[in-house]
């Protein structure tokens, strides 16, 4: 049975583009141009994943994220415009999965799905433990970082931070995220402490510190451990 994606996007061009990709691709494609259409149709029959532009005619997409968030983990990839930057941050804390920003390429959102699917599966199933990329192997279960053979020594808070991006892989995860997780809830603000530490972990686990193959910055938002 093919998966079912709902695309909620009011411009024309980028719907009917994303919806003739995604059908390519074998998922069975619905459609709504505005929130009022995609609640009815979320209430009718569930997709497995949604596509959803922030933007619409009678409201925000953050609206039916929080919405959706009561009672479902049904994945959400988030469509928005440059200028919505602050409303995108917003949006992943309240529980979308991922996001790209206008114009995107049909790959890169057909990777974030997939991404997007996997981590759901696995959240499920049982959570991601061990991350290989390049010369890098992380084992959250064991503690154990290895960069090209060689046992990389994290500090315990280092090592928290990058277990979370390990659970999270190929996923943008926001400050206020991590912070939450690693430090606690009342230091959602302290994204120092966070840009202190990526440079910590990134000066031992990438080659090339200053170009990061691993650990990406999501400029604004967050950070994102690359997952291919
Ligand atoms: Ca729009």
Not at 24 to 52: H, K, R, W, Y
Not at 116 to 128: C, D, N, P, Q, S
Not at 142 to 154: D, E, F, N
Request: proline share 4%.
């Amino acid at each position: 049975m093919s998966l079912r994606v709902l695309v909620v996007e009011d411009d024309r061009e980028i719907r009917t583009l994303v919806q003739s990709a995604l059908a390519l691709e074998g998922f069975e494609v619905q459609t709504a141009v505005t929130l009022s259409e995609a609640v009815a149709l979320l209430q009718n029959s569930p997709p497995d994943v949604i596509v959803l532009d922030l933007g619409l005619p009678d409201g925000e997409g953050l609206q039916l994220v929080r919405e959706l968030r009561r009672n479902s983990s049904v994945p959400v990839v988030v469509v928005s415009a440059r200028h919505q930057e602050t409303q995108k941050i917003e949006l992943l804390d309240a529980g979308a999965d991922d996001y790209l920003t206008k114009p995107f390429s049909v790959a890169e959102l057909l990777a974030r799905i997939r991404v997007a699917l996997r981590h759901r599966g696995t959240a499920l199933a049982a959570a991601v433990t061990v991350h290989a990329l390049d010369d890098l192997h992380i084992d959250l279960s064991t503690r154990t970082v290895m960069r090209a053979g060689q046992p990389v020594h994290l500090t315990p808070t280092e090592f928290k931070l990058l277990a979370h991006l390990v659970r999270s892989v190929g996923r943008v995860v926001t400050h206020r995220q991590l912070l939450a997780d690693v430090w606690g809830p009342e230091y959602t603000e302290h994204t120092h402490y966070l840009r202190l530490y990526m440079a910590q972990l990134r000066a031992k686990i990438e080659r090339d510190p200053a170009e990061p193959r691993h650990l990406l910055t999501e400029t604004g938002v967050g950070y994102r451990l690359a997952a291919d």
